[in-house]
């Protein structure tokens, strides 16, 4: 219809210019090229290309491609796959090397502009595609193909011109830098997509070399979800399979009598290996990647920036299955820019002195080389990476946002997706069936990362926790199993054994300026050089289920603590940890991800027992004293042998075991007292091991209430009121910059300092953890599951001592064999007995 609208057209003034050159020498007496071809867009016509694309159209094509595909003869298949394959290496081959055909091609595209037209007829976008060029070259034995792209920009036309994010792709570098201006050196100008492909002698692999500058991406949500929308629509219906594959036996057939006709004999595996392939080396860099995560319904409004720069990876494939891959990543940053506006940020990134994030290196060997270090009980495969390092800037309702942003929408299916299959690859790996055994040898080291925890958003006051440096090694150990309670004998594991160590950690106060801007140091060390070893144990081969073994042990920790670190821990805990995210993000119901197949069964549940052991944990107390000019120690508490057991069961019932062997509070306002001691007793049925305070947590499926069991053994309390009030003021959170919460009045008849804490409402802290302490307790409720609370206390004895008199006793109370059983059954209500 010659009469229709110009948008009609898929093509618009389409025209080609080709140009061949034939030498007219010989083939093979002369080493110039035989045949040279270029072609291009026609000069006269259009420089670049315009198509444009509705769904309408597009269905059509792809009717017009299905009704004119016949089937073909499977005869005629069998003989042209094999002749391919039997042509392709007498192509230049080694044995010739001035024979073959000298060929070189040359295609170019100014540019491309292609737009996709909605259901309703509008333009959803504009991809437009610049510097297009491919060219292919054949000489003797060795070939090359080189494609390259200069530019690429995509318009996103459901947003206003107007707006920020209405470029949805863009590659040009000075736009990059300014998106994300953490960059290790200016941005280079030069085309978006290299790709060059070599193939030189059978006995070389070939080589791919890919290369991408500088990319920017606005993830505007509706618009790809219409995107999406748009491909869906496209997917043709279920066709029939082909009578050619139907006819398996018929094929194979027709397959041998090709062979025969063409000479060619079936090799053995072992054979010359010319089916085998020649193996492959890429060689991928990219220069720099953002991505911008925007708000639905806005004008462009940002969430958070997401940016990595300079990474390179060398893989290496093999003809007998191994593969080989290194590389490296410059950096990789996130940067909130929604929490502050107009002040982003940086979320997670490298810390100043640090030039390169990681290094790694992988290695596997031919199958037939895993295949003997698997029986002979050695890892078949290794990783190493290095790993430089990071700063973590924490607020937890912009971490939360994020979390929320990226499990919500398009965006959350490719996340689910792409963990799925992460989980699905890692556990392929980890299991290789049942009679063999795969691991991986593991060499990771981890620099220092640094976890900052502000006490408001984007706020120089909070904590500062350098987590030291961390090293993972493994190896593999076949160990004998004592035979178990159920009769069973005694037998043989191999184990996976993982040894994590942190060693170095830190925890410091960012204290907030008060009097002295200019001062000397903000950080206020609290917790200094504590380590950490963690042992991992899982099960290989014909031991893959055993239980999943995790011990950790950490060294003496020793902790600092004085009021004004107290008061910033509780503002960091109210204010930050226990804050939620907004609610920004459209959140679509159970029921509606159940019917979308998001949602998916996460298959049999992890067996697995842990046991974490502290040796000793020490905190020192400063705080206001009567007579005092500074803060001065309170207390020093003291807890011996702090056990952490928990255990997991595949009918998912689980147990957590918390003990404590012994407790002590030393008064250090009198004189290094004992303000509360425990007096260890050996409790009954515990192996002769002893324990202060112990509480059990049992959680069992086929039960409808779980069960709490709180033991405590033999406690005294002396009662000294001038260290009394002044710890409860130390715990009672003051105002920001404010005093601490303790007046003097009057003194008494021996002329000493009497304090009292002083009566006020409840602080903004304290209302927003009882707040958060009540919605916790309705989640609980609210699980449909009752508790059963079992509470045991020995004994206990308080000392009322009187003040200033170096511990005369006013009285001793005392109370012994408490019982306490409380039930609260999943349909509500409560029962108590003692």
């Known amino acids: 219809d010659f009469t229709a609208e110009r948008s009609c057209y898929l093509v618009d003034q389409l025209g080609l210019e080709l140009q061949l050159y034939h030498c007219i020498l010989p083939l093979g007496t002369h080493a110039f090229t035989d045949v040279l071809a270029f072609g291009s867009l026609s000069e006269a016509d259009a420089r670049a290309l315009h198509l444009r694309l509705s769904l ?15 089937p073909m003869d499977a005869d005629a298949v069998a003989a042209g796959e094999v002749a391919a394959a039997t042509r392709a290496p007498d192509m230049g081959s080694a044995d010739k090397p001035n024979g073959g055909l000298r060929a070189r091609t040359q295609f170019r595209v100014h540019g491309v502009i292609l737009s996709l037209a909605g259901l309703d007829g509008s333009d959803l976008i504009e991809l ?19 494609f390259g792209l200069g530019a690429l920009r995509v318009e996103d036309r459901l947003r206003d011109p107007g707006t920020r994010c209405a470029r949805l792709l863009d590659s040009d570098a000075v736009e990059l830098a300014r998106r994300a201006p953490r960059q290790g050196r200016p941005p280079e100008s030069g085309p978006l997509v290299q790709l060059e492909y070599l193939s030189t002698t059978p006995d070389v692999p070939d080589e791919l070399h890919l290369r991408f500058n500088h990319l920017h991406l606005e993830w505007n ?5 219409a995107l999406m ?32 006709q063409i000479g060619v004999e079936d090799n053995d595996e072992e054979g010359s290996g010319a089916g085998r392939g020649r193996g492959l080396r890429v060689l991928a860099e990219l220069e720099a990647l953002s991505v911008s995560l925007n ?20 893989i290496s494939l093999q003809p007998g299955g191994g593969m080989s891959a290194s590389g490296q990543l410059g950096d990789l940053t996130a940067q909130d820019m929604y929490t502050v506006p107009g002040q982003p940020y940086e979320m997670v990134g490298l810390r100043e002195d640090e030039q390169s994030l990681l290094t790694f290196q992988y290695n596997s060997p031919s199958d037939a080389e895993r295949s003997r270090l698997r029986a002979a009980m050695q890892c078949d495969s290794s990783l190493r990476l290095r790993m430089s390092s990071v700063r973590v800037s924490y607020w937890h309702p912009a971490f939360m946002r994020t979390v929320s942003y990226l499990q919500d929408g398009v965006l959350g299916a490719l996340v689910s997706a792409t963990a799925s299959t992460v989980v699905q690859v890692a556990r392929s790996v980890l299991s290789n069936g049942a009679g063999e055994a795969s691991a991986i040898a593991l060499d990771v080291e981890v620099g220092s990362p640094l976890l900052l925890l502000p006490a408001e958003a984007n706020s120089p006051d909070g904590l500062r926790a350098d987590l030291g440096s961390i090293a993972i090694r493994n190896g593999l150990e076949w160990r004998a199993e004592p035979a178990k309670s159920d009769g069973s004998e005694a037998s043989h594991a191999l184990l996976d054994c993982i ?3 942190v060693g170095q950690m830190q925890l410091c106060a960012l204290l907030p300026f008060v009097d002295d801007p200019e001062g000397a140091d903000r950080q206020s060390s609290m917790i200094e050089d504590v380590s950490l070893h963690v042992s991992i144990e899982r099960g290989l081969g014909i031991s893959a289920d055993r239980a999943l073994a995790v011990a950790a042990t950490g060294s003496e920790l020793v902790c600092t603590c004085a ?86 069961h595949d009918d998912q019932s689980s147990a957590l075991l918390i003990r404590l062997e012994s407790l002590q509070i030393t008064d250090a306002v009198n004189k290094g007292r004992r303000l509360l001691n425990s007096i260890s007793m050996q409790p009954e049925g515990d192996g002769g091991e002893k324990a202060i305070i112990q509480m059990q947590y049992l959680q069992n499926l086929g039960s409808e209430s779980d069960e709490l069991q709180l033991r405590f053994n033999h406690l005294h309390l002396e009662w000294n009121p001038v260290t009394i009030a002044a ?21 008494d008849s021996e002329g000493q300092d009497r304090m009292r804490l002083t009566a006020s409402t409840l602080s903004p802290t304290e209302v927003v953890v009882e707040e958060h302490y009540t919605e916790a307790v309705r989640a609980v409720g609210g699980r449909g599951r009752g508790i059963d609370v079992r509470v045991q206390l020995e004994a206990l004895s308080a000392s009322l001592n009187f003040e200033g008199s170096g511990g005369q006793q006013l009285a001793l109370f005392a109370m012994r064999e408490l019982l306490a059983h409380v039930s609260m059954p999943p349909c509500g209500g409560m029962s108590a007995s003692g």
């Open 56 to 70: 309408e159209q597009l269905h059509t094509i792809l009717a017009i491609v299905r009704a004119v595909r016949e």
């Open 563 to 648: 009021k004004t670190q107290y008061d910033l821990l509780m503002l960091v805990a109210a204010h930050n940890l226990a804050g939620g995210a907004d609610t920004i993000t459209s959140h679509r119901s159970h029921d509606e991800k159940s019917a979308s197949g998001e949602e998916h069964n996460p298959g049999k549940p992890t067996t697995f027992t842990l046991d974490f052991d502290l040796p000793l944990v020490a905190v020192s107390l400063f705080g206001a004293v009567p007579n005092a000019s500074q803060d001065t120690q309170l207390a020093l508490v003291t807890m011996y042998r702090l056990r952490v057991s928990s255990e997991r």
């Open 229 to 260: 929308a748009f491909v869906r629509l496209l997917s043709p219906p279920a066709m029939p399979a082909p009578p050619a594959a139907a006819d398996a036996p018929g094929r194979e057939r027709a397959m041998a009598n090709a062979r025969v």
């Open 499 to 501: 040894s994590v160590t």
């Open 128 to 146: 437009n595609a610049s510097a297009i060029e491919l060219n292919a070259q054949q000489q003797s034995f060795k070939r090359s193909l080189t």
């Open 221 to 225: 949500p509706m618009t790809v979800a």
């Open 727 to 747: 710890l409860l003021s130390f715990v009672r959170p003051s105002p920001r910059g404010a005093s601490v919460a303790v007046v003097r009045d009057a003194k």
């Open 295 to 314: 708000l639905e319904d806005t004008d462009g409004q940002q969430l958070a920036l997401f940016a990595m720069r300079e990474l390179v990876t060398d």
